[in-house]
Nanobody, 131 residues
Framework: QVQLVESGGGSVQAGGSLRLSCQAS????????MGWFRQVPGKEREGVAG????????TYSDSVNGRFTISRDNAGNTLYLQMNNLRPEDTAMYSC????????????????????????WGQGTQVTVSS
């Protein structure tokens, strides 16, 4: 069973930086991609960054492109999201995700014009940016 545990959230002033981490375990061979999502109460979940596990190719939403960087460590066990030049509108609960699953139980999301499938989700870490 794939498990994802995020850390690194917190409070920061506008213009500051944070790095989120996602510790992953229980990989299966069907997994193709990982990503970071964010959600604020009353709004839909937004995919902000994705990475293909095999090629390392990345994709970003327009709202974070040029400010956020997604990466994985060499062992592939930890996913990162480096967030620079943070803005108050970046305030949200950030979650990491992975997919697809071998049973086909995933949802498709568009990130930066690409469609990626995700089946596994972490609990999230809160990021708060003050002006």
């Amino acid at each position: 069973q794939v498990q994802l545990v995020e850390s690194g959230g917190g409070s920061v002033q506008a213009g500051g930086s944070l790095r989120l981490s996602c510790q992953a375990s229980g990989y299966n061979r069907s997994m193709v991609c990982m990503g970071w999502f964010r959600q604020v109460p009353g709004k839909e979940r937004e995919g902000v960054a994705g990475i293909y596990i095999g090629s390392g190719q990345t994709t970003y939403s327009d709202s974070v492109n040029g400010r956020f960087t997604i990466s994985r460590d060499n062992a592939g066990n930890t996913l990162y999201l480096q967030m620079n030049n943070l803005r108050p509108e970046d305030t949200a609960m950030y979650s990491c995700a992975a997919g697809p699953s071998p049973t086909g139980t995933q949802q498709w999301y568009e990130i930066g014009g690409r469609q990626l499938a995700f089946a596994y989700w972490g609990q999230g870490t809160q990021v708060t940016v003050s002006s």
